[in-house]
């Protein structure tokens, strides 16, 4: 706390503490993340290293983390969606947002992989593109959904024939109950 790593003391925010300083990451996540990283630091010297490495290799391929941020700026805050969704709080909105930060992993992974830094490689390796989940969002969900479920419209149509028949239904729900008076 009188380091003034996440928060000044003197005037009880942010402005004027170490972590306002050193922050300039493009996304929400790694803004976290560096705050996690101050907040408790390595104190073993290998994964210094590891970190030291990566951080080298990526200050060497300024064209790769150029890349590499422009991806990581198109993709949403997967904690906070993810959270969402373990809680019941997600809309499709969110969902549709999922899909569209996963469909970038298969980039970032390439141009991770594509660098000499050990630790970067691995990190690509351990990146798991969740291509089912992406072709079940796709297949369920309308690429620009309401906000709210109650709204309608968010599965689309051939996903799910009972939902299908029953929209159908509503939509033409004078011309149904003539076609079952007929017969």
Do not use: Y
């Amino acid at each position: 706390r009188n380091l003034e790593i996440t928060f000044s003391m003197h005037e009880g925010g942010r402005e004027g503490s170490l972590i306002s300083i050193l922050d300039k990451t493009e996304t929400a996540m790694g803004g976290r993340l560096l705050k996690k990283w101050l907040s408790a630091p390595l104190i073993k010297l290998e994964p210094v290293l590891k970190r030291q490495q990566s951080v080298e290799e990526l200050v060497a391929n300024s064209g790769i983390r150029r890349k590499v941020i422009e991806e990581l700026k198109e993709i949403g805050d997967l904690e906070r969606l993810i959270s969402k969704v373990c809680t019941g709080r997600a809309n499709p909105r969110d969902v549709v947002n999922i899909k569209t930060s996963l469909k970038k992993i298969p980039v970032i992974k390439e141009l991770l992989s594509s660098t000499s830094g050990k630790t970067l490689i691995q990190i690509s390796s351990n990146l798991k593109e969740l291509e089912n989940l992406i072709t079940k969002i796709e297949g369920a969900i309308v690429d620009s959904p309401p906000l709210s479920l109650t709204d309608g419209g968010v599965i689309k149509n051939g996903f799910s024939p009972e939902l299908d028949e029953l929209r159908d239904i509503s939509l033409h729900g004078k011309d149904w109950i003539a076609n079952l008076q007929k017969t």
